[in-house]
């Protein structure tokens, strides 16, 4: 069966690390796989190219594929651009569009990384936890969300944070889901002490634990704290779940605890289609476009390989692959390779291309 692929690179960095996938996807149709594959625009140079983050017809196309493969949009060219057709906007377009609520963030620390990250070896090693971000609501997309002049010299900023039950309710489901196939503990974590949408996150959650997954263990903890939990002792997590807004920071957060946000996938999801039962989705690295380096050759590639093991895994059940090329990426860092964001004493410096070959050759070897 052809899978077909959008792949939409977008600015910076995202180019150089899809090239990588691209030759992965490459030597797999070699072996045997049947990926079909359509580039598009995002961000910054669609923007340049049609005056829009995203054209409609690739909006379209996204809705159609199979999948779609994000890099990374955004940059310091596109400061100056209006509000609605910055970069971030086709992003949060597809998100909004393929309906993709549920964000998927996980945070490992491979064996290699133990001993190379900020933080203490104990507090990281054999770390594997997962934030679940909800992603098609709260303040990214609540009404008003406007800029108005009051006239007297002054301005006034106002976004919305807005979650209707239902959103709650299929993302906590989600969740515990999810931890029913890890460690079965879920942590839920709003601000229900200074927010009215933390007051019906707690509730909703609450009542779905109890109606449907009591099961599964949960905890509520508020989201300042949790942020502080999560660099003080993570390993006690295994599934977060929270709101739009506390997930993208905490995912952040997260991505030191693996190393480096160049380490860090993610897989965007739908609701399966009642008739087929197939979800829309979207894979892409937790990372931006890193104007700092791009065009250097020396960006992390890992992270968009693991999203598109993220795809193997959830789009095509093609689980046995997605292990393979999971460790492959452990193989290569045993070996003692590493991007410039990941080195350590004593450890073998090499690009993004270096980098995506060497996974590539194992997951080739390991089949
Ligand atoms: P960033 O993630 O682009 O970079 C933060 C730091 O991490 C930089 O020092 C960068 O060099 C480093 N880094 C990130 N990915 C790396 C990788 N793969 N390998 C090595 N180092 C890596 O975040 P930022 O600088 O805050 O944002 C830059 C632009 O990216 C902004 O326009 C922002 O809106 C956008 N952005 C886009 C996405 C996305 O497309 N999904 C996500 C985050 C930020
Ligand atoms: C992310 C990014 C995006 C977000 C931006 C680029 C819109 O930071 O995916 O984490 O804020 O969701
Ligand atoms: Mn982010």
Not at 142 to 158: F, S, Y
């Given at each position: 069966m052809t899978h077909k692929l959008l792949l939409l690179a977008g600015d910076g960095i995202g180019p150089e690390a899809m090239a990588e996938v691209k030759k992965l996807i490459a030597v797999m149709n070699e072996m045997g796989h049947a990926f079909e594959t359509e580039d598009a625009l995002v961000g910054g140079c669609a923007y340049d190219a049609h005056g829009a983050a995203i054209a409609e017809v690739d909006v379209a196309k996204a809705m159609a594929a199979d999948a779609v493969l994000f890099g990374a949009v955004g940059g310091p060219k596109w400061d100056g651009v209006p509000y609605d057709v910055r970069p971030e906007a086709g992003l949060l377009r597809l998100r909004k569009d393929m309906d993709l609520f549920a964000n998927l963030r996980p945070a490992i620390?491979?064996?290699?990384?133990?001993?190379?990250?900020?933080?203490?070896?104990?507090?990281?090693?054999?770390?594997?936890?997962?934030?679940?971000?909800?992603?098609?609501?709260?303040?990214?997309?609540?009404?008003?969300?406007?800029?108005?002049?009051?006239?007297?010299?002054?301005?006034?900023?106002?976004?919305?944070?807005?979650?209707?039950?239902?959103?709650?309710?299929?993302?906590?489901?989600?969740?515990?889901?999810?931890?029913?196939?890890?460690?079965?503990?879920?942590?839920?974590?709003?601000?229900?002490?200074?927010?009215?949408?933390?007051?019906?996150?707690?509730?909703?959650?609450?009542?779905?634990?109890?109606?449907?997954?009591?099961?599964?263990?949960?905890?509520?903890?508020?989201?300042?704290?949790?942020?502080?939990?999560?660099?003080?002792?993570?390993?006690?997590?295994?599934?977060?779940?929270?709101?739009?807004?506390?997930?993208?920071?905490?995912?952040?957060?997260?991505?030191?605890?693996?190393?480096?946000?160049?380490?860090?996938?993610?897989?965007?999801?739908?609701?399966?289609?009642?008739?087929?039962?197939?979800?829309?989705?979207?894979?892409?690295?937790?990372?931006?476009?890193?104007?700092?380096?791009?065009?250097?050759?020396?960006?992390?590639?890992?992270?968009?390989?693991?999203?598109?093991?993220?795809?193997?895994?959830?789009?095509?059940?093609?689980?046995a692959e997605a292990d393979r090329l999971e460790a492959a990426i452990a193989s290569v860092l045993a070996d003692g390779l590493r991007t410039k964001d990941i080195l350590s004493d004593g450890m073998r410096e090499v690009g993004t291309a270096e980098m995506g070959d060497a996974i590539i050759a194992k997951f080739r070897e390991a089949a």
């Open positions: 620390c491979y064996p290699a990384l133990a001993s190379s990250s900020s933080l203490k070896q104990e507090v990281i090693e054999g770390l594997d936890i997962l934030i679940l971000r909800e992603l098609t609501g709260g303040v990214y997309f609540g009404e008003p969300k406007t800029i108005t002049d009051l006239g007297n010299g002054q301005k006034r900023a106002v976004d919305t944070q807005v979650y209707d039950t239902y959103e709650i309710e299929r993302i906590s489901g989600v969740a515990f889901e999810l931890a029913r196939t890890r460690k079965n503990h879920v942590t839920s974590m709003e601000k229900r002490n200074v927010m009215k949408s933390g007051v019906l996150w707690n509730e909703v959650v609450t009542a779905t634990h109890k109606a449907k997954y009591s099961d599964v263990k949960l905890d509520h903890m508020l989201a300042d704290a949790g942020g502080m939990q999560l660099v003080r002792w993570p390993k006690q997590f295994d599934v977060i779940v929270c709101d739009n807004l506390f997930g993208d920071m905490l995912s952040d957060v997260a991505a030191m605890l693996t190393g480096s946000l160049g380490m860090l996938p993610s897989a965007s999801l739908g609701a399966p289609d009642e008739k087929t039962g197939k979800r829309k989705a979207l894979y892409e690295p937790v990372h931006g476009s890193a104007p700092d380096i791009a065009g250097k050759g020396i960006a992390n590639p890992i992270a968009m390989i693991a999203s598109f093991a993220m795809c193997l895994r959830y789009s095509f059940d093609m689980v």
